[in-house]
């Protein structure tokens, strides 16, 4: 594949996690390709993600081109956590279980030399800017401050219960691991008491589901917000009233094209700053990504990430 973009200092970060699976090839094959495009190419491949962090949090200070994360929307999160308020701008090599931020941004989620292409055009064509959302909380137990970033979107109901037991699962690969973990806490699906404060609104509701998007889907296609937009300055607030299994069942199907949002019992709020606290004990999810416990305060940073995307 020729060059046409100069040649960039480029950090190629990989999933540690692809060691042994389906997508272990891809790292490298991404690495070997850039340096043949003329690029000049730091390749991080370490055996567990607390030493990649490490390692790329270093190369981040050393301000690349570009950083390029080579797996799923757990890589797009650390990705994000590291340049997120930088000029470095974040490329994407799908190659994990959902890439739901790689679908919303238009890169080929299923095809890893279309995905390539898309990359090249964009270092020739250079970064887009995105929002992304701020995660603030104190940890009741020690009173100490945590904050971290999400790209695509943050879960903190019922899909972030399913995510809790998808992440513990070894099988099977891919989305149906996910629509697996649904049905499995389907059987103990109960509404939730949430108090949600949106620009300062109050809102006291219940409700089985409860989703920030900055992006459209999350599990691997299902567009739970399907007009999120990601630079719009805004997030879109999932909110889903108490269902019964059946009604739960009935409605699911139609999360994968987006038609979910004309249900009566589902609405969606657009709003800047978000707090969200429950009832009961939740930990809520960003990107697919363990965060901390409720309550949380969100909020979003207009134009915080800078990303090699097609999407104009």
Known sequence: ??????????????????????SRDVGPAVVQTLRAMGHEVTSLTEPDFEQLLASARAAVKKRPDALIMVGGDG???????????????????PSGTGNDMSRGLGIPHDDTEAAMRTLDAALAAGPRTIDAGRISWTDAATGEKGERWFACSLSA????????????????????RYILALLAELARLK????????????????????????????????????DALPDDGLFDVLMVKPLSRIAFLRIFPRVFAGT?????????????????EADVPLVAYGDGERIAPLPLDVEVVPGALRVLSPLP
């Open 1 to 22: 594949m020729p060059a046409t973009s100069r040649p960039k200092n480029l950090v190629v970060a990989i999933n540690p996690s692809a060691s042994f699976g389906a």
């Open 260 to 276: 979910h949002v004309s249900d009566p019992r589902v609405r969606i709020v657009r709003a800047k700053k978000v707090r969200i």
């Open 157 to 176: 109901g019922f899909d972030a219960i399913v995510n809790e037991r998808a992440n513990a699962m070894r099988h099977p690969k891919g989305p149906s």
């Open 75 to 93: 890589m797009v999160n650390l990705g994000a956590n590291l340049v997120a308020g930088t000029r470095v701008p974040l490329g994407i090599i």
């Open 191 to 226: 509404p939730i008491s949430y108090r949600l404060v949106l620009d300062g609104e109050p809102i006291e509701t219940k409700a089985v589901l409860v989703a920030i998007g900055n992006g459209v889907s999350l599990g691997g296609g299902m567009k739970i917000t399907p």
